[in-house]
């Protein structure tokens, strides 16, 4: 069985070889021509652009494994099929799942390893990877500016955003700068479209701008606001090299340039936030609860916010004549409004929304325009209902990322289970079986997985499931098909008249057989 396991891991190591480098190689090409026509004709060197598709390595190679898995098996088993050497070998009372152990095994490890890989090496290199096109885009003005999005154009002075952006022309549609470069005054910049190019000596950057408006605003009296239309403007950024400086991408990094520790914390983090926001909105809905209070001097009832830092709501009742037992004279007032103060202290150090302590002292009910308190505590609880929403969406996306990491190296395991089984069934299928199959599984399962990942970020599945669903839904599909070639045929098999086992016998004792034999030998 020694010789067998060899034999079977042998005739897997070629085509997985050549699978993956061919695999690896369309997708470089893919990259290739994205990438070309920004990073060419720029002024860089072409090591740089090399590092460039370098660095998108290991990203391609965590994502072709487990196709270049289901290529080698499904050609290898399907060649030992047509070969009649699956015939041979089952003759000889080995099951197929026998012969899939090694292949499983073998699967299992690159899976172990492709953990690891997308645990420590790929988090690395996708940030050196973003570092650099940031460094890149800092030289060529348009190549890292998002559309849609506010860019930074000079640190902490001038930031810009385009609603879209030619960059192979360098122009930019429906502008809207923001110049805090002042001291004094907040300028605002409309534009419907501009370009963006360097001067002669490569140090300056010039913004042309086309029809468009510019409001300013004076810090110190903000009811001033000028506001003047232009037809063509021209605004320059001075001291902004040409050249290309490295290291000077920020030390940030996404969810997929952060190993799984990383995630986790951030994970963790974003969960005590929740449950800061949760303790704030429930001190905010508890002030909304009025307790009723004794005016001291006029001998009135009143309506009064009272809220204790743990949550908890109560009412101290000052009557009119101070001295009763169980009730607080006018001599314990300085003690009391002491009292208040550090209860105030403690709340907003426990991040207590300012208009709950704001509602503490308004009498209910609220004098005023009722229509603005309304207004006001419900943007309050807007804001509270916003972040809490945004938290919950970061962390459905932390956690489909730690589930990927998981997901994708075991689907090599999973396609395994359909490869082997497949390839011995259509053993006349040939290369473009294995070709067809490989491309229909792979764009099935990154469909899923696409799709999973969108519907876990919106909150709408688990990401376990977003991301797991797909190697499920596989492995069982693979284990009915294992089922069927390995048991169906047997029963098919034992139904056959006694002249075609006959006829079965005597094929797998043919010289054919006997080769195969020896070749195992």
């Known amino acids: 069985m020694k010789i067998l396991t060899r034999y079977i891991l042998r005739e897997h190591a070629g ?23 920004d990073l060419v004709g720029k002024g860089l060197p072409w090591y740089l652009i090399a590092e460039v598709f370098g660095l998108s390595i290991p990203f391609i190679l965590a994502m072709t494994m487990p196709m270049a898995v289901l290529a080698a ?43 690891w890989f997308n645990d420590t ?16 885009g800092r030289k060529q003005p348009t190549f890292e500016l998002r559309e849609r999005v506010v860019n930074e154009i000079a640190p902490a002075k001038l930031f810009l955003q385009a609603a879209q952006i030619d960059r192979v022309h360098s122009v930019l549609y429906d502008l809207v700068i923001f110049d805090l470069g002042h001291a004094e005054i907040e300028r605002t910049i409309y534009a419907d479209s501009g370009r963006m190019a360097f001067n002669e000596s490569q140090t300056d950057l010039y913004l042309t701008l086309y029809d468009g408006s510019m409001h300013e605003t004076d810090r110190g009296s903000p009811e001033t606001d000028q506001v003047t239309y232009y037809t063509e403007q021209v605004i320059r950024v001075s001291d902004v090299s040409n050249e290309l400086e490295r290291g000077m991408g920020t030390n940030f990094r996404g969810d997929r ?37 004794s005016a001291s001097r006029t001998g009135k009832t009143r309506d009064k916010w009272l809220l204790k830092p743990s949550g908890e709501r109560v009412a101290r009742v000052t009557p009119p004549s101070g001295g009763e037992e169980g009730v607080e004279s006018e001599s314990e007032a300085p003690e009391a409004s002491r009292d208040d103060a550090a209860e105030t202290a403690t709340r907003r150090r426990r991040g207590v929304p300012r208009i709950a302590l704001m509602l503490q002292r308004v009498a ?11 207004s006001r505590t419900r943007a309050e609880l807007q804001r509270h209902g916003g972040r809490y929403d945004l938290n919950r969406r970061e962390i459905n996306r932390y956690m489909v990322e730690i589930h990927k990491k998981y997901a994708i190296p075991v689907a090599a395991v999973v396609f395994v289970l359909i490869g082997a089984p497949v390839g011995v069934r259509f053993r006349r299928g040939g290369v473009g079986m294995v070709i067809g199959i490989s491309l229909a599984v792979f764009c099935v399962y ?35 098909i294992l089922y069927y070639v390995s048991w169906g045929n047997l029963r098919i098999h034992r139904r056959l008249p006694t002249s075609e086992r006959r006829a079965a ?9 006997e080769r195969v034999g020896s070749r195992i030998a």
């Open 15 to 37: 085509p997985m070889v050549a699978a993956l480098s061919v695999l690896v190689g369309l997708m470089l090409l893919n990259q290739l021509a994205k990438r070309f026509g």
């Open 121 to 136: 090496i790929l988090p690395e290199s996708n940030h050196a990877l973003r570092r650099l096109l940031v460094d890149i």
């Open 364 to 374: 209910w009910p609220p004098t005023g325009s009722a229509a603005t308190f309304a």
């Open 505 to 513: 016998r005597v094929a797998a004792k043919s010289p054919q057989s």
């Open 446 to 480: 990154y469909v899923f997985l696409i799709g999973g990942e969108d519907l876990a970020d919106r909150s709408i599945i688990s990401p376990f499931w977003a991301m797991w669903a797909p190697n499920v839904l596989f492995a069982s599909l693979g284990g009915l």
């Open 73 to 115: 098996v499904l050609h290898t088993f399907n060649r030992l099929s047509s070969d009649n050497e699956i015939t041979a070998i089952r003759a000889g009372g080995v099951s197929l799942i026998r012969l899939m152990t090694p292949v499983l095994l073998a699967s299992t490890l690159v899976a172990g390893g492709m953990i």
């Open 257 to 293: 340039e952060m190993s799984l520790a990383m995630m986790r914390e951030e994970v963790q983090s974003r969960r005590e936030r929740l449950v800061q926001i949760e303790d704030s909105v429930a001190l905010l809905i508890g002030a909304l609860a009025p307790k009723r209070e």
